[in-house]
């Protein structure tokens, strides 16, 4: 289904999670990379060497949820923006997105969460926008949404308000 329309069917990136949900109790990159193309930021930016692609610079990325901390530097250094980072907290979910659009949002709005496909499935609230110069003007959106959308959420998006 990718190869035809872009858009990752819920078996794909359901494979990219950890298997036992526990993990996601603390904050953990999610890498959507399905393509083997020649990229290795997310493995030299990684600083717990959680993220490894090997000689061969066309592999996919693979993972070790074990050493990975969510610290997020992998999803503002990744050109695709293909990295999410996540984390159950009680009823809720906690996700980063990279972000590259003007106007940032801002810590306490509320902004659409959409699926692969673009479609709206929820809203969510901005917990803290993460905008430093080293991470090349790529931030990370921190927002909270219900859990039940902890795998179907794949991006934000920022709503103006019209006055």
């Keep these: 289904m990718i190869d035809k329309t872009g858009i990752?069917?819920?078996?794909?990136?359901?494979?990219?999670?950890?298997?036992?949900e526990e993990t996601l109790n603390r904050p953990k990159a999610i890498i959507e990379c399905?393509?083997?193309?020649?990229?290795?930021?997310?493995?030299?930016?990684?600083?717990?060497?959680?993220?490894?692609?090997g000689e061969d610079i066309n592999k996919r990325p693979d993972i070790d949820f074990d050493k990975c901390t969510g610290c997020g530097i992998c999803a503002y250094s990744c050109p695709g923006l293909a990295i999410s980072i996540r984390q159950f907290k009680e009823d809720n979910a906690e996700l980063?997105?990279?972000?590259e659009f003007?106007?940032?949002?801002?810590?306490?709005?509320?902004?659409?969460?959409?699926d692969r496909s673009g479609e709206v499935i929820t809203t969510g609230e901005v917990?803290?926008?993460?905008?430093?110069?080293?991470?090349?003007?790529?931030?990370?959106?921190?927002?909270?949404?219900?859990?039940?959308?902890?795998?179907?959420?794949?991006?934000?998006?920022?709503?103006?308000?019209?006055?």
Excluded: W
């Design 8 to 20: 990752a069917i819920k078996a794909l990136f359901e494979k990219e999670f950890p298997e036992n």
């Design 34 to 53: 399905y393509k083997e193309i020649p990229c290795n930021p997310c493995e030299t930016s990684c600083p717990f060497d959680a993220i490894t692609i």
């Design 96 to 99: 980063k997105f990279p972000y």
């Design 102 to 114: 003007s106007p940032r949002p801002r810590t306490g709005q509320t902004v659409n969460v959409v």
């Design 127 to 163: 917990i803290n926008v993460i905008d430093k110069s080293k991470q090349n003007k790529t931030a990370l959106v921190h927002i909270t949404v219900d859990k039940a959308y902890m795998y179907d959420a794949a991006a934000i998006e920022v709503v103006k308000n019209e006055s």
